[in-house]
């Protein structure tokens, strides 16, 4: 009996770590992999307890217009400083939370978190800079997920308008009908809405078609080779994304030829570590403060304006 019971642990383990490789993947079990799975156990509960304490912490990557270099908004992204161990990779702590119930408790922390953040850095300015919050597909299935959003904004003071949800198509094919129907409530409440991770999915035009998105974001992957590799796929991307009317986002810009070659593509935002790094909301605060002193300057010079490039970090 005691040797069933191990087995059918061994097994469970194997299991789970072949729907972590993708689908239609055969595992077989390895002695290490009890210790992945009683440190994935630990690390959940450790999570578990960083949320009920507030021991979570989020940074903000901003967000450029390609061409005049205006800050237009900032992602909203979570990190964990456990008490003894030190940073823990969200690479490691968003895939168990994700299968796990407290994907949904992280993710609402987040959202509220951010749009908090996000009407704090708007107040007394006109910046209208816009925060963006990954949401999870258990999330958005969530019964009430739309009403949490409204109360969230309403209780922050945060305009609907000023909130950008982030899925990726992954996501919303697992139930694609729910997924739709979810986001065409949260897009008739004012909320913005962008498709993450573009181009490692589906991406097809029929489910693009479908998914009332305001904006799609090229995952990094594709950024990554530019200019010398890949500008065939982006080309395309963002040629098609236009004639959909959409906004496109490059994530993952690291170097001053990728920006140069994405302006010149009529790429509409960049984000990446060339300019901005994730950084705390006093970071951010103060870039903004600083643009809002550049425009009364501005407006008191009577000067013509000259455009220029995203300013590098």
């Known amino acids: 009996t005691a040797e069933m019971a191990e087995l059918v642990s061994n097994a469970d383990i194997a299991l789970y770590s072949a729907k972590s490789r993708g689908k239609s993947i055969a595992v077989e079990f390895q002695s290490e992999m009890t210790a992945e799975a009683q440190r994935r156990a630990r690390i959940e509960a450790e999570l578990r307890k960083a949320l009920e304490q507030d021991g979570l912490d989020i940074v903000y990557q901003p967000q450029f217009d390609c061409l005049s270099g205006r800050l237009l908004g900032a ?52 910046a209208g800079v816009h925060v963006a919050v990954n949401i ?60 993450d991770d573009f181009g490692t999915g589906y991406s097809s035009l029929s489910y693009l078609q479908s998914f009332p998105v305001h904006s799609i974001k090229i995952d990094r992957s594709f950024i990554c080779p530019l200019p010398n590799g890949g500008q065939p796929i982006v080309t395309a991307i963002i040629s098609m994304a236009h004639s959909f009317g959409l906004l496109v986002v490059a994530e993952g810009v690291e170097y001053p030829a990728q920006l140069e070659w994405l302006c010149d593509a009529r790429c509409d935002v960049v984000q990446g570590f060339l300019t901005g790094r994730p950084m705390r909301l006093e970071q951010l605060l103060a870039i903004i403060r600083a643009e809002e002193e550049q425009k009364d300057t501005r407006s008191r010079t009577p000067v013509a304006p000259r455009p220029h490039r995203v300013p590098t970090a």
């Open 75 to 126: 992602e909203a992204l979570v990190r964990w400083t456990h008490p003894t161990e030190g940073p823990i990779l969200p690479a490691e702590f968003v895939p168990i939370a994700e299968n796990s119930d407290l994907i949904v408790a992280l993710g609402r922390w987040v959202l509220w978190r951010a749009c908090r953040d996000a009407a704090n850095w708007n107040a007394g300015t006109n």
């Open 136 to 195: 999870s597909a258990r999330q958005l299935r969530t019964e009430g997920f739309t009403d949490e959003v409204c109360t969230a904004l309403k209780k922050s003071g945060l305009p609907a308008s000023l909130l950008e949800l982030e899925l990726t198509e992954s996501q919303l094919m697992s139930n694609m009908s729910v997924g739709i129907q979810a986001m065409q409530e949260l897009r008739a409440a004012g909320v913005r809405l962008s498709l």
